[in-house]
Every structure is written in C-alpha cells, then in structure tokens.
C-alpha cells in the first residue's frame, strides 16, 4: 500500500511559481513512477507531468512544457512539481499519482495510488 499526501497549492499571480510537493509512505515508493494531473472545474482530469522510478526520465503535458518541471527525492520519498509563469487556466486541483509500473506515462490508467489533491488557483 502506497499513501501520497500533496501540499504547497495555493493562490498566485498570473506569471507567478509554486512549488507542490507529494510525500509518499510505503517501502516500495522507489520502485515507481510518478506522475501529477490536475482537474479544473467541469473539466475530465489530464496529465500534466510524469518521472520513472529512478527520474531519468520525465514526460509533460504539452500544455506545461517549459514552464513546469517535475523531480523527485527517493531519499526523501517526496516528488516535486515546480510551477512556473503559471497562468489563469492552470487553475484546477492538482493529484499527485503513484504508477502502476516504474515508466508510467500519461493515461491515468497506469497509477494505482491516488492523493487527495491540492487547489492551485492563479488569478490574471
């Protein structure tokens, strides 16, 4: 069993950063990739960026690449979501996700572990 717990969402300016984070309990958390999605009101949930188990490798959204960058501290069991010249519709509620497999990518079919998501509102 894998519990992921995100923080760091918040309100900020159009063109402004945050910084998520998700700690993950489990002995098993390094042996997974991970990924973040967000779901904005009235909207289906969509991927935003995924690492591999060793974070040798990541995947973005085309929607945030460039502007978003995802990292991961195994030591710590933390994965990292730094967010920057956000924008007014990157407002939605941000997941956290555990995958299914140690290179998981976009289809949120392929993580098995859910958190509870935290609100990220920017304003223009």
């Known amino acids: 069993q894998v519990q992921l717990v995100e923080s760091g969402g918040g309100l900020v300016q159009a063109g402004g950063s945050l910084r998520l984070s998700c700690a993950a309990s489990?002995?098993?958390?390094?042996?997974?990739?991970m990924g973040w999605f967000r779901q904005a009101p009235g909207k289906e949930r969509e991927f935003v960026a995924a690492?591999?188990?060793?974070?040798?490798?990541?995947y973005y959204a085309d929607s945030v690449k460039g502007r978003f960058t995802i990292s991961r501290d195994r030591a710590k069991n933390t994965v990292y979501l730094q967010m920057s010249s956000l924008k007014p519709e990157d407002t939605a509620v941000y997941y956290c996700?555990?995958?299914?497999?140690?290179?998981?990518?976009?289809?949120?079919?392929?993580?098995?572990?859910w958190g509870q998501g935290t609100q990220v509102t920017v304003s223009s």
């Open positions: 996700a555990a995958g299914r497999t140690a290179v998981p990518g976009p289809n949120p079919f392929e993580y098995n572990y």
């Open positions: 489990g002995r098993t958390f390094s042996i997974f990739g």
């Open positions: 690492i591999s188990w060793n974070g040798g490798t990541t």
